[in-house]
């Protein structure tokens, strides 16, 4: 994702024979691919960006059917698998109370209830468990998941999280070098 972007889904692959995406949506909501009508299509390695215009949408199995204009059969869709749809930041939807982008917890220094730095946010990760925070300390590695218990306070401003890590979660002295 480009700094002036935002990712609203992922293509999975080709559906049918008239060259709909299945994409992934990045968010609680498939629907929101209906309201769009261009996007950004990016490369997984962000080397490559494409301009799309949405033809239609439907929904289906929990993803979004999407129809970009210039893209009539699977074969043409195929090239795209695992390319992120993506729209201006100023077209992002308006967050709830208690909504992030997942983008914006990158760089948070997480903190307990002593004060003590746990870590930084180096990236993020959706899985089938949910959001999970990849957590650098000391040159070391471990992932926090994203969840209302362990991230119990979030000050974007400050960069910095409140947290309640599970005991052991971060223990790097049992991590192998």
Not at 95 to 106: G, P, W
Request: proline letters at 5%.
């Amino acid at each position: 994702m480009a700094g002036d972007r935002i990712a609203l889904g992922i293509i999975r692959k080709a559906h049918g024979v008239r060259g709909e995406a299945s994409v992934e949506a990045w968010s609680d909501s498939p629907d929101r691919f209906a309201g769009l009508s261009a996007v950004t299509l990016v490369s997984p390695d962000e080397s490559q960006t494409r301009d799309a215009a949405i033809e239609s949408v439907r929904i289906h199995a929990g993803r979004a059917l999407v129809k970009f204009a210039g893209i009539d059969a699977p074969e043409d869709v195929r090239p795209l698998q695992n390319w992120t749809v993506e729209v201006p930041l100023t077209d992002a939807r308006p967050l709830e109370a208690d909504e992030y982008f997942l983008h914006d917890l990158v760089g948070l220094t997480l903190v307990d209830a002593e004060g003590r730095v746990r870590g930084v946010v180096a990236g993020t990760e959706e899985g089938g468990g949910g959001v999970l925070l990849n957590v650098e300390r000391d040159g070391h590695r471990f992932d926090v998941p994203f969840a209302a218990g362990i991230v119990t306070e979030i000050d974007l401003a400050a960069k910095r999280a409140l947290v309640d890590l599970p005991v052991g979660l971060d223990d790097l002295d049992a991590v192998a070098d």
